[in-house]
């Protein structure tokens, strides 16, 4: 399971760590869920989740605030106890010496920024669903159109990089040659990007490899994508038939998401630059609401199918 | 589907010229050939991907063929990869 740890989370957010107790490189966590403790500070434990993030603002403070010293103890003490990755305290809100105690009694580190509370945890919710995300390696080259993000796969030596490097000739932007980490940040989105060691270079075969920002500008590269749509291209095989109308809807299977795909054959002297391009061009076309087959069958037959 | 784990075992100032040779010997096979280290997996047969799994000196790679020609793939990368000098 993915998980990543109490210090990349403490970097990314410029936490404070008033009381740096444990070992935050050695903490993971590995659920994107946060819980505002307010019950279990009123003593209710059912159903709590001792291995989520617990954050406490202004009305957890007002709360304990309430409370005697020696109640205060307790009840810090009781989810401290549950064995928690860390505390963290929006709004800048000061540390009870009770819990300072504690803190130092389980050894679980007490975190503070100045972002109120359900600011902080939104962006935090996000960060670690991204982080968290199942992912897998593809091979393939992601590319930018018009603003959808086109995932090209095919054989080795089909032609995707020499594909990608006319895109960006075009004008269009690349995100990733060769290998493409793909994360899947939610029920409809699907993350790509390079891994670093290789980003923005492209190879190509009788040249090498190529530095595509270096060579034509930032303005031809980008770090992230969401996967829109998929280009399968393959070598032309006479035995099988290719769409020829588009009127059905292929779909290519990616982290348990259904991304549209197209399959496009591969001959010598198609332009595929153009290809993909206006694949994506009708690609937002039909989103739009607008598919010419569909237009075309109903000027010929007369129906709506 | 055939898969090997191999240590790979390289001087230092020869490994970008070894991952060249591999993705050579890899992509005369019609099977596909992966890499895998750790969590990062790429196609032998891409010299990006191949580099993007920054192996070194020592590293344990699991390899990975799967295809009509799998087992002489395998056999080639895999006793490649043990002994690049020779």
């Known amino acids: ?305 | 589907m055939l898969t090997k784990t191999v240590v790979f075992r390289c001087d230092e100032s020869l490994q970008m010229k070894v991952v060249a040779v591999l993705i050579q010997k890899a992509s005369v096979f019609r099977s596909s050939v992966w890499l895998s280290r750790g969590e990062r997996r790429a196609n032998a047969k891409s010299l990006l991907g191949v580099m993007s799994l920054g192996i070194e000196n020592q590293a344990e790679l699991q390899v990975t063929a799967d295809g009509e020609d799998e087992s002489e793939a395998i056999e080639a990368v895999t006793s490649y990869l043990a002994h690049p000098e020779s």
């Open chain 1, 1 to 305: 399971m993915n998980s990543v740890t109490l210090a990349s989370i403490i970097r990314e957010f410029k936490l404070e760590r008033v009381l740096p107790c444990g070992n935050p490189e050695e903490t993971r966590i590995g659920i994107a869920d946060l819980t505002r403790p307010g019950l279990q500070l009123a003593g209710y434990f059912d159903h709590f989740g001792p291995d989520r993030i617990q954050v406490i603002g202004n009305m957890e403070t007002a709360y304990l605030e309430r409370l005697t010293s020696r109640e205060r103890r307790t009840r810090i003490d009781a989810l401290f106890a549950t064995g928690i990755p860390c505390l963290i305290l929006t709004r800048n809100h000061a540390v009870f010496p009770e819990m300072e105690a504690v803190a130092r009694k389980y050894d679980i580190p007490v975190l503070r920024t100045t972002a109120p509370t359900s600011e902080f945890m939104a962006s935090l919710g996000k960060y670690l669903n991204v982080e968290l995300a199942p992912r897998t390696s593809l091979h393939g080259v992601l590319v930018e159109v018009y603003g959808e993000g086109i995932l090209i796969l095919g054989e080795s030596g089909v032609g995707k990089s020499e594909t990608a490097l006319e895109i960006v000739k075009r004008g269009h932007r690349l995100i990733a040659d060769d290998l493409v980490e793909v994360r899947r940040v939610s029920d409809t989105t699907l993350l790509g990007q390079a891994p670093e060691i290789i980003r923005h270079l492209i190879e190509i075969r009788g040249i090498g490899i190529l530095d595509v920002k270096e060579l034509y500008g930032v303005s031809s590269v980008k770090i992230q994508e969401n996967i829109n749509f998929v280009i399968n291209l393959e070598i032309w095989d006479e035995s099988k038939s290719y769409d020829r109308v588009g009127l059905t809807e292929e779909h290519t299977d990616i982290l348990g998401i259904d991304v549209p795909s197209l399959t496009i054959p591969v001959r010598p002297g198609r332009n595929l630059a153009v290809i993909v391009e206006v694949a994506a061009i009708n690609f937002r076309q039909k989103q739009m609401g607008y598919n010419a087959a569909k237009a075309l069958t109903e000027r010929v037959f007369g129906v709506k199918s």
